[in-house]
């Protein structure tokens, strides 16, 4: 089988050329010391002679030659010694160099030998010369085997010499980018410094314009900025901040969204360059002969309800577009197309801050408002209490205090043997006394605890005595107002009942006084009978969900109090809702009624 070829660089020749020439020494000096060993006693064909050339000469050049070689060959072990010494990356590679060691010596050893063979010699002489042969030839022989093995292998280092030297230059090239990608992060950097100075949204703008000009070197920047929807629902693109004003003034400058730069700047993620008759590149400043291809990306305008947490709504996103133009002479690379999309992205956030800001300065204002209107309505309150806490007072001093001098003066006076028609007037003054006194207490209470409703209290008492005070008093007011009265109480009613006595008499009082107040004069009736439309319903002839049912053993009293005018024509008839009509069998012009459950 052939050995295998392996091709090597002309470097890589150079590099192995110490090596063959090693190799080479070896068989030229397995020859020579073959010539070398020779005895001077010989005949040699066309030897003799006089002269320089003469045998002894030859002889004699030969044995300082074999000295020579031999002190070459001894000094040459001692070199790679000292060499490999220092040398600990070439550990595998030792076993090899001693062979080479062993076979040099060898070779030295034999010449060395051969120099004193060419005089009278002893036996001892030649058999260590050719016991030095024997062993330089089977070291040789050995070195050449293992070279077989070696030099694929150093060939193979040579390749992976190459592949090193190969991927030295790649990381090299990847140094160097890292060097842009740290250049163009410091001016990131700069530029994010440069920007968060401020949370004005104008000052934002124009420090990214200021800084991206510097450092990019740029002609001009604009920014472009959506305006809100018109009335026919059109939205368009308004130059809202400029590096350097173009020469004419025309005032607001505005493209149109459906523009096809415009579109596309705005589904582009990255930077997008601009065509030559791009109407965007021409309105920022570009396009003419000193400027370069115009650059644009979009800035995402984020609002303040994409910071609020809750579930995410879908909004549609509004975008800016920030326009570069460069000089003539200028070529976007990508480390600078990173800064500029690092920059968009810094721009949007500060932007979005700016934003943040504007809104927490509305709200501050707003719960300052709310604080003063907070602190009016607190003095309104304490206004409030102390009118009320005036009112108790009034209330108290003014109007209690009275009334709890006549009940008391009511009181002493009951004591008195008093005559029957005495006694009723007596009892109903002191009633009504009574009624007065919880309607105060009422009043302050209801004013003390903001309440609309009153407990009731309820308890045992006598049913005819309070018909019977509530009809003198409801007579008294009906002459006081020039009317007629008349009471009609049925002897069935029960007399004991349990309920609200004060409450009730002061429902009929009202009831009266409501009824003569809505007409001139009249005649007013008040009736107390027993319920009979409960008393069917308990009997079970019919029934109303409206009504409430009633267990066995309670009664249901029914009081009602009705007056008829005596000129029915010029009488004035409340709204409907208000008071309610009697059927005519009754002859009631206005009728008021209530009833109550007795036991």
């Given amino acids: 089988m052939a050995p295998p070829r392996f091709r090597c660089r002309a470097g890589a020749r150079r590099r192995l050329a110490p090596l063959l020439l090693l190799l080479a020494l070896a068989p030229a000096a397995v020859a020579a010391v073959g010539g070398d060993v020779e005895y001077p006693h010989c005949s040699c064909d066309g030897g003799g002679g006089g002269g320089f050339w003469s045998v002894d000469n030859i002889f004699r050049w030969q044995k300082v030659s074999d000295l020579l070689i031999a002190a070459a ?14 040398l600990r990356h070439l550990l595998p590679f030792r076993w090899v160099l001693v062979q080479f060691g062993a076979f040099i010596v ?5 010449h060395l030998l051969a120099a004193f063979t060419y005089e009278p010699h002893p036996f001892v002489l030649v058999l260590l010369l050719t016991v030095a042969k024997f062993l330089t030839a089977l070291v040789s022989f050995l070195t050449a085997i293992t070279l077989l093995t070696l030099i694929p292998q150093l060939l193979r280092v040579k390749v992976r010499e190459s592949l090193l030297w190969i ?6 090239r990847e140094v160097d980018l890292m060097k842009q990608q740290e250049e163009a992060s410091w001016h990131v950097r700069m530029l994010t410094q440069e920007i968060r100075k401020s949370l004005d949204r104008h000052t934002v703008l124009y420090t990214t314009l200021i800084e ?5 070197g740029l002609t001009n920047c604009a920014v472009w900025m959506p ?3 018109a ?10 901040h400029e590096l350097r004003r173009g020469g004419s003034d025309e005032g607001l400058v505005v493209i149109g969204v459906d523009d096809v730069d415009v579109v596309e700047v705005r589904r582009s993620d990255g930077v997008k360059l601009l065509g030559p008759g791009s109407a965007l590149a021409a309105a920022s400043g570009g396009g003419k002969e000193d400027t370069g291809t115009v650059a644009a990306i979009r800035m995402p305008m984020l609002k303040v309800s994409d910071f609020k947490g809750g579930t995410p709504e879908v909004i549609q996103t509004s975008y800016a577009v920030l326009v570069l133009v460069p000089p003539a002479d200028k070529t976007w690379g990508a480390h600078e197309t990173e800064i500029v999309e690092v920059v968009a992205d810094q721009v949007a956030v500060a932007l979005s801050h700016a934003s943040l800001l504007e809104e927490s300065q509305a709200m501050r204002d707003r719960l300052a408002e709310q604080n003063r209107e907070l602190l009016q309505a607190r003095r309104d309150t304490l206004m409030a209490n102390e009118a009320r806490d005036a009112f108790q007072r009034v209330m108290s001093q003014g109007m209690r205090r009275p009334i709890h001098s006549i009940l008391g003066l009511v009181s002493v006076v009951q004591e008195d043997d008093l005559t029957p028609e005495q006694k009723l007037v007596v009892d109903t003054m002191g009633r009504t006394a009574t009624v007065v006194s919880t309607l105060i207490n ?7 605890t903001n309440r609309e409703r009153f407990p009731l209290e309820t308890r045992p008492f006598q049913l ?4 019977r005070d509530a009809a003198c008093v409801s007579r008294c007011l009906c002459d006081f107002r020039g009317f007629g009265f008349a009471v009609h109480v049925e002897n069935t009613l029960p007399n004991l009942v349990i309920g609200d006595e004060r409450r009730i008499f002061h429902v009929i009082l009202h009831m009266v006084g409501n009824l003569i107040s809505r007409i001139d004069s009249g005649h007013v009736t008040f009736r107390v009978r027993a319920d009979d439309e409960v008393a069917e319903d308990t009997l079970g002839q019919r029934w109303d969900p409206w009504r409430p049912s009633y267990s066995s053993g309670y009664s249901s009293v029914k009081f009602v109090i009705g007056v008829k005018s005596q000129q029915s024509s010029g009488s004035t008839i409340p709204p409907a809702g208000q008071f309610k009509r009697k059927p005519s069998g009754e002859g009631f012009d206005l009728r008021l009624s209530f009833s109550m459950c007795s036991r």
């Fill in 167 to 172: 991927k030295a230059r790649e990381l090299d």
């Fill in 231 to 240: 009335s026919d629902g059109k939205v368009t693109m308004h130059l809202t």
């Fill in 442 to 448: 009422d009043v302050m209470e209801m004013s003390a």
């Fill in 212 to 216: 991206l000009s510097r450092v990019l």
């Fill in 73 to 86: 060959y001894f000094s040459i072990p001692l070199e790679i010694l000292y060499f490999v010494a220092g």
């Fill in 227 to 229: 305006s809100a929807a």
């Fill in 106 to 110: 060898l070779c030295g050893l034999t």
């Fill in 464 to 467: 005819h005595s309070m018909i």
